[in-house]
């Protein structure tokens, strides 16, 4: 079966330091993947897709990038972060033509 | 493009009672569409979805949900809450099975009282 894995699970960093939050999937190959940003209060915003190593799609101008080094993972990375960076991040992950499936999540809190 | 409106963006059913979660969607093709349930702190977990079929489709923990197309709507139901049910809900919609992309809904969170 298949599992995404998420980390760290919460992080708690300073406004301007680095960023680096890793997703990873097993059980699958060539998925599409998926960061998705909850912040609080409000619904999900879709920040990045990926459907194959190298190639990311972004949706929405902002401070951060996404990288897929390799075909199962997926890396959320900002070089200096925000306030309004907080937020609940979510990946998902799914095979061509059927269902996506989420990660557990990372709280990050920027302060 | 394809869009959701949830309506009602809290809830608050006595335990035992009728759960009814409203969902209308936007779509340009015919949709394909799905639940997702989030408990405090954790990621996002399908409850039911709609693709083609019976539109009438069951998912886990109880709840249901109808598709209707002249009505445009997706709504969730439980016939009986459970403690348990306290927890975020998300309609979500997809244009066709080539679409990389999933459009939520913002989101209705339930509360059950005892």
């Known amino acids: 079966s298949q599992t995404i894995h998420q980390w760290p699970a919460t992080l708690v960093q300073p406004v301007g330091s680095p960023l680096s939050l890793e997703c990873t999937v097993e059980g699958t190959s060539n998925p599409n993947l998926y960061w998705y940003r909850q912040a609080a209060g409000r619904g999900l915003q879709l920040l990045f897709y990926?459907?194959?190593?190298?190639?990311i799609s972004s949706e929405v101008p902002q401070n951060l990038s996404a990288s897929r080094p390799q075909d199962r993972q997926f890396i959320l990375s900002s070089k200096k972060l925000l306030l309004s960076d907080s937020g609940f991040y979510l990946c998902?992950?799914?095979?061509?033509?059927?269902?996506?499936?989420f990660g557990p999540g990372t709280r990050l809190l920027v302060l | 493009a394809q869009s959701v409106t949830q309506l009602g963006s809290h809830v608050s059913v006595s335990e035992g009672a009728l759960v009814l979660l409203r969902c209308n969607y936007s779509?340009?093709?015919?949709?394909?569409l799905f639940w997702y349930v989030q408990y405090p702190n954790q990621g996002l977990q399908l409850l039911l979805k709609y693709t083609t079929g019976a539109t009438l489709v069951k998912g886990i923990n109880g709840f249901e949900a109808e598709f209707k197309k002249s009505e445009t709507s997706f709504h969730l139901t439980k016939p009986s809450a459970h403690m348990s049910d306290a927890a975020e809900y998300f309609c979500a919609v997809r244009g066709n099975p080539n679409d990389y992309k999933l459009s939520f809904g913002a989101g209705t969170t339930v509360t059950v009282r005892a």
């Open positions: 998902a992950w799914r095979r061509q033509l059927e269902t996506q499936y």
């Open positions: 779509s340009s093709v015919p949709p394909y």
């Open positions: 990926s459907v194959g190593i190298g190639q």
